[in-house]
T-cell receptor, first 116, second 113 residues
Framework: AQTVTQSQPEMSVQEAETVTLSCTYD???????LFWYKQPPSRQMILVIR??????QNATENRFSVNFQKAAKSFSLKISDSQLGDAAMYFC?????????????FGTGTRLKVLA | DADVTQTPRNRITKTGKRIMLECSQT?????MYWYRQDPGLGLRLIYY???????NKGEISDGYSVSRQAQAKFSLSLESAIPNQTALYFC????????????FGPGTRLLVL
């Protein structure tokens, strides 16, 4: 069975600095999707970034980028120029690309604090 | 307007009561999901539905039931609420156009006394 591990329960970063959140996963599959979701105090789950496993190029969305290491089964999120509004819980998620698959597997989350 | 809405946003109930959480979406997605979130445990899948006639149990379905009234509506019921069902509940949708991204509602915070 697939698992997703976020080993950092909490991280802090100074405003305008860069921070990297770690995520590792375990799977025997070769084709899958990986996601980072942000959950601010409003509780809303917001998609931050998405990566297809068959793409070698790392996904980027403005100040957010990932370091996808397929062989190492690692999917870290880098936030550049951190802003106060980036403070939130961040969840890493995995989804198989196999036909008929329904399940998204979430990590336990990393709480990011942004210090002014 | 939000694409995925949940009602109520907050609910306090007593042990043994039946309650229903409702979810509606305007994204036109066929797939809908119910999750619960507990501190330190991430999100766990309760039920999912691929269309109106297709409903399936997730990993923690005991004590819950669902109804897919229409493509856009997916309700979660707690037949007899118990305190360990106190949690944050999320509805989500996804399509199968290849992007496989889930879109979440704002969540319902449930407290069972």
């Amino acid at each position: 069975a697939q698992t997703v591990t976020q080993s950092q329960p909490e991280m802090s970063v100074q405003e305008a600095e860069t921070v990297t959140l770690s995520c590792t996963y375990d799977t025997s599959e070769s084709d899958y999707y990986l996601f980072w979701y942000k959950q601010p105090p409003s509780r809303q789950m917001i998609l931050v970034i998405r990566q297809e496993a068959y793409k070698q190029q790392n996904a980027t969305e403005n100040r957010f980028s990932v370091n996808f290491q397929k062989a190492a089964k690692s999917f870290s999120l880098k936030i550049s120029d951190s802003q106060l509004g980036d403070a939130a819980m961040y969840f890493c998620a995995y989804r198989s690309a196999a036909s008929g698959t329904y399940k998204y597997i979430f990590g336990t989350g990393t709480r990011l604090k942004v210090l002014a | 307007d939000a694409d995925v809405t949940q009602t109520p946003r907050n609910r306090i109930t007593k042990t043994g009561k039946r309650i229903m959480l409702e979810c509606s979406q305007t994204k036109g997605h066929d797939r809908m999901y119910w999750y619960r979130q507990d501190p330190g445990l991430g999100l766990r899948l309760i039920y999912y539905s691929f269309d109106v006639k297709d409903i399936n149990k997730g990993e923690i379905s005991d004590g819950y039931s669902v109804s897919r009234q229409a493509q856009a509506k997916f309700s979660l019921s707690l037949e007899s609420a118990i305190p360990n069902q106190t949690a944050l509940y999320f509805c989500a949708t996804s399509d199968f156009t290849g992007r496989e991204t889930q879109y979440f509602g704002p969540g319902t915070r449930l407290l069972v006394l």
